[in-house]
């Protein structure tokens, strides 16, 4: 059954972090993310959501578990931690 990792952050910049998030596309799919969806709240464009979809809980565990992600969400203006959650599709 499909897998939805969402994260939960606030940003310092929308369009910092948007740029960022673009530049790492090769590294979301060799980590396995399938698809990928990125909402922004409309009155406060420093949260976003963003949805990962993987074919396994074990290739989800493995992506956010990677320092590599940890890093480039530093890079791309996540401030603080995000809030992350592992959820499959039933």
Not at 14 to 28: E, M, P, Q, S, V
Not at 77 to 83: E, S, Y
Request: hydrophobic residues 45%; charged residues 20%; glycine residues 4%.
């Amino acid at each position: 059954m499909p897998v939805v990792v969402l994260v939960k952050a606030n940003v310092t910049s929308y369009d910092h972090w948007r740029t960022a998030y673009d530049a790492h596309a090769g590294f979301r799919r060799e980590s396995g993310v399938n698809r990928d969806e990125v909402y922004c709240s409309p009155e406060d464009m420093t949260f976003v959501l963003v949805l990962h979809y993987f074919d396994t809980v074990e290739a989800a565990t493995t992506f956010v578990s990677d320092p590599a992600l940890a890093e480039a969400m530093r890079a791309s203006g996540v401030i603080g931690a995000p809030h992350i959650t592992i959820t499959q599709i039933i």
